[in-house]
């Protein structure tokens, strides 16, 4: 198969998955090509992130590079960026999406605010996704199977307080998945706090995560945790609800 015949099969099972998760049978028959050669396709965006299988399912959709870049309306980006703004100005920090990349998270945009004191403009970098808040929302909806298999490797320390025991983590990952949110404190870099919340797609599965961040001198405020998780989530939420109208044409 000549390179340019496997970039037009691949591009064919991709459009084969824009309407959402199908098996392998189904994909084959939409693209007219045999099961076997379907399910290398399938194993080989897999590997790159543009597909991904439904948690606890058998099913295939697109995957977190492919939805990072776009959306029906839009990339994710574009459809998100009104939503972190007005977030910022609630907040007063900065606010961050990201998206799953590997074992790491990748920050997408940022929307900085004025501060004497800022924390950088992460966009376009990578972090361990057991380091920053935006992963540990990630992992907290991860199968059970995938997220033992990240457990298994060894976890770097960045700080003196990432976490890196796989039992801690995984106690701390079943609060994530309680509460909705994620904060973590000096674990990615000293000096810098951040809380992040999953925007969730139709089928349970996380697009992106939305997080703000800023110096743990100042971030978050006193007595202001619980306010600044919940704006945060109901930011995601939004974004979320703004993504599905997109895709039913809304």
Known sequence: ???????????????????????????????????????????SLVREGAVEQVPG????????????????GGSIVSVAR???????????EAIGLSVADGRDVRYVDQVSVAHEVQVRDWTGTRAPMHTVSSGLVFLAHLPEST?????????????????????ALQERLLVVRRDGFAW????????????????????????????VHGPSYRFPAAGREDE?????VVTAGRIAQRLRRAGQGG
């Open 1 to 43: 198969m000549s390179r340019v015949q496997s970039i037009e099969r691949a591009f064919a099972v991709l459009g084969a998955l824009a309407d959402g998760p199908i098996g392998v049978t189904e994909v084959a028959e939409r693209v007219a090509l045999p099961k076997s050669t379907v399910a290398r396709l399938l194993g």
């Open 57 to 72: 399912d058998t099913r295939y959709r697109l995957g977190p590079r492919m939805t990072a870049l776009a959306v029906p």
């Open 82 to 92: 009104p939503f972190l703004e007005a977030l910022a100005g609630d907040v007063g």
């Open 147 to 167: 997220l033992d298999a990240f457990l298994a490797r060894p976890l770097e320390a960045l700080t003196s307080h990432t976490v890196t025991d796989p039992a």
């Open 184 to 211: 973590v404190r000096d674990e990615f870099a000293d000096g810098i706090s951040s809380v992040a919340a999953p925007i969730s797609d139709p089928w349970g599965g996380v697009l992106a995560a939305v997080h």
């Open 228 to 232: 600044v998780a919940r704006r945060v």
